[in-house]
């Protein structure tokens, strides 16, 4: 008796198979399964449906007119299933999603840590991939699709992307508590440039922009030690090895803690607003929309 019902996602596995490379035994050893297994189920599907799906010519297996209409039908169904069993995997935490963040060092070490542990925690499905890149490299990365979210210099020109609030951030000179500018309030930049200074390695992001702007003065940066991070920068200038330049968050925290003192800066790019930049919020995959949300600074109600 026919049963043109009775399938199964084997039967259409090998249906398409054949379909795509015009063999039954390339097909079998794709699915995989022996060909005369593959050659039952072929005939036993084509009888309980009551049509043939396949002839043979001397260039292979081609799919009959109703065999057509019936591959379109079956990769639609395969696709479907496929898509449930990933749904599935997700649901049973098998399957995970990658989110691609490019920042500044100072975003990176400052501000991010504790503004990504609460989105980490409440989403342990989603592995984070943080990149440390320069303001221009950020925006480039975000606009080319390498990154979904930046967090960039806000005095930068976006061109097409979106842009939202994250922080302020101040640069400040770090100096040991003995030193000749621990008595000044404040300093520019070219006043502090005869002093040598304790730096980061030379590929960091912030560290390149505070080279740049020592070029800018017509004085370049004399560095007596690059330092892994902030912390052994800080030890150094405790030391009186040489002064600074840290984010004021950063530059706080040691000035708890060790014999040195903050000397803001007068630049005015030395006062910076840290923003978010993306493509389009609505484009974006959901985790990542979830990120943009713990990111952006809450608004008082209102």
Known sequence: MRNPSAFDLADLRLLAAIATTGSLSKAAAGVPVAVSAASTRLRQFEARCGIAVF???????????????????????????EALRETLAGLAGQRRSVL??????????????????????DYPEVDLKLVE???????????????????????????????????????????????????????SLRDALGFPFIGLQAERSMQRFIEDMATRNAMPLRIRVRAPGFDAIA?????????????????ARHAAELPVRIVRLTDAWATRELRLCLRALEALPTHARALVRYLTPARPAG
Do not use: K, W
């Open 100 to 121: 691609r963040l490019a920042a500044t060092t100072v975003a990176t070490s400052s501000f991010l840590p504790a503004a990504l542990g609460p989105f980490l925690a």
């Open 235 to 251: 030890q150094f200038v405790a030391q009186n090895a040489g002064i600074a330049m840290l984010p004021e968050a950063a530059a």
């Open 55 to 81: 002839v043979r010519t001397a260039e292979g297996m081609t799919p009959t007119p109703a065999g057509r209409l019936l591959l379109e039908q079956a990769r639609d169904v395969l696709a479907s299933a």
């Open 133 to 187: 890149q320069r303001s221009d490299e950020i925006l480039l990365a975000v606009e080319n699709g390498q990154a979904e979210i930046g967090v960039y210099d806000g005095n930068l020109p976006t061109g097409g992307l979106v842009s939202l609030p994250f922080r302020d951030d101040r640069l400040v000179l770090l100096v040991a508590a003995r030193h000749a500018l621990a008595a000044r309030a404040e300093v």
